[in-house]
């Protein structure tokens, strides 16, 4: 089983996200993930909240092993050939450690307030979906045209290819029965699903039978979940659940108690697991 941390980089100096990151690194975490917002989504004041993909771009040069990647990324924040484009330049960067994620996106109130349109839900599922089509197809290096529900492409060509082939692991995270996991199935190299493994095995269910659809093993298709560290003991039984589940990835909340908490379970419960 693989392990990620989020980072939780909102109200907090640049400073202290670098300094989790390598923190992270040091301790043998798979992962570190970042959010993409542009305002701190609790609390109260302006608090502090980087920019998700520059920040990918500017940990790639503080950091040696440690994968990268931001949970998630909102479909209409960029347009899919700029969000390719960054995010091939990420993965050289960073020497091939990047997570590819995307999202509907969802946080209207920072979309008002900041001017960026937030469809409808349906239109943001199409926009999705575009989205997944044009950067697995753009990040062949071949030409491209795309007739899509929103956006549609015409003779388009993004190069270098991703160190990664035949593209960086994309992640798609959700349990909607009806636009998420069709596109889980026929996308996602990695599912991060919300609940517990009881409550999410008719989705997963669901997800294997979409993939054999479209022509895909399920098995292809990386199960993945959220792992609260607040108690310890607590955090290996559940992670035991997820593990007897099938789960092979679960990003780890950075918890209130700091720090010394992610130390003790980096080295009192992840390598039970590892």
Not at 35 to 51: N, S, T
Not at 168 to 189: H, K, Q
């Amino acid at each position: 089983m693989r392990f990620g941390i989020d980072i939780a980089q909102q109200r907090m100096p640049w400073d202290e996200v670098v300094r989790r990151v390598r923190f992270a690194e040091d301790l043998g975490f798979d992962g570190a993930w970042g959010f993409d917002h542009f305002q701190p989504m609790y609390g109260e004041g302006p608090g502090e909240a980087f920019d998700g993909v520059t920040t990918l771009a500017a940990l790639t040069g503080v950091t040696s092993r440690i994968r990268l990647g931001l949970l998630v990324t909102g479909v209409t924040y960029r347009h899919p050939s700029v969000f390719a484009t960054q995010m091939v330049t990420v993965d050289h960067a960073s020497g091939g450690r990047l997570e590819l994620s995307l999202g509907a996106a969802w946080h209207d109130k920072e979309h008002h307030e900041l001017g960026i349109p937030f469809p409808a839900t349906s239109e943001r599922f199409d926009l999705l979906e575009d989205a997944l089509e044009i950067v697995t197809r753009l990040m062949t290096g071949e030409v491209v045209s795309y007739d899509g529900r929103v956006v549609s492409l015409r003779d388009a060509q993004v190069l270098p290819r991703p160190v990664q082939t035949p593209h960086p692991p994309i992640w798609i995270g959700g349990n909607g029965p009806r636009r998420t996991l069709p596109l889980v199935a026929r996308y996602a190299d990695v599912w991060h699903g919300f609940g517990t493994p009881n409550s999410m095995r008719e989705a997963s269910a669901r997800v294997d039978r979409l993939a054999e659809e479209a022509g895909r093993d399920p098995a292809s298709i990386m199960r993945a979940a959220s792992l609260s560290l607040d108690d310890l003991d607590t955090a290996r039984r559940h992670a035991e659940k997820w593990r007897d589940a099938g789960y092979g990835y679960l990003v780890c909340g950075w918890p209130g108690a700091g720090q010394a908490q992610v130390e003790a379970f980096a080295r009192d419960v992840m390598p039970d697991f590892v």
